[in-house]
Nanobody
Framework: QVQLVESGGGLVQPGGSLRLSCAAS????????MAWYRQAPGKQRELVAA???????TYADSVKGRFTISRDNARNMMALQMNNLKTEDTAVYYCAARVAGLELVLSVLESSDFDSWGQGTQVTVSP
C-alpha cells in the first residue's frame, strides 16, 4: 500500500487561494489514477478532481474553472490548486491513489476504486 501525505490546508477568506499537495511514498509510475476527494461535516465524501497517468483530468461541476489538479511524476507529488474559494468548499480534503489493477477511465471512477488514502487536510473558507 502506498503512503500518501497531504499538506497545504488552512483557513482562507472567500475569494482566496490555497494549494494542496500530496506526497507519495513510491514512484508515481507505480500509481494509476489519482484523485482528490473532500468531505464536509454531515455530508458524504465526494470526488473533487481526478487525473490519469497521461494527465487527463475530470472535475466536479462545483469546482470547474476554479480548481486545477496536477501530478509531478518526477517528484512523486500530486497537487490541487484552488482559486476563488467559496465557503461551501470548506471540508477535509483527501488524496487518493489507485495502485492495484489497471488504470480506469475517469468517467467510471468511484471511491472504492482507490486503494490508498491520505489522512486528510482541513480547508476552511470563512470571512
Amino acid at each position: 500500500q502506498v503512503q500518501l501525505v497531504e499538506s497545504g490546508g488552512g483557513l482562507v477568506q472567500p475569494g482566496g487561494s490555497l494549494r494542496l499537495s500530496c506526497a507519495a511514498s513510491v514512484h508515481m509510475f507505480t500509481i494509476n489514477n489519482m484523485a482528490w476527494y473532500r468531505q464536509a461535516p454531515g455530508k458524504q465524501r465526494e470526488l473533487v478532481a481526478a487525473i490519469t497517468t497521461a494527465g487527463d483530468t475530470t472535475y466536479a461541476d462545483s469546482v470547474k474553472g476554479r480548481f486545477t489538479i496536477s501530478r509531478d511524476n518526477a517528484r512523486n507529488m500530486m497537487a490541487l490548486q484552488m482559486n476563488n474559494l467559496k465557503t461551501e468548499d470548506t471540508a477535509v480534503y483527501y488524496c487518493a491513489a489507485r495502485v492495484a489493477g489497471l488504470e480506469l477511465v475517469l468517467s467510471v471512477l468511484e471511491s472504492s476504486d482507490f486503494d490508498s488514502w491520505g489522512q486528510g487536510t482541513q480547508v476552511t473558507v470563512s470571512p
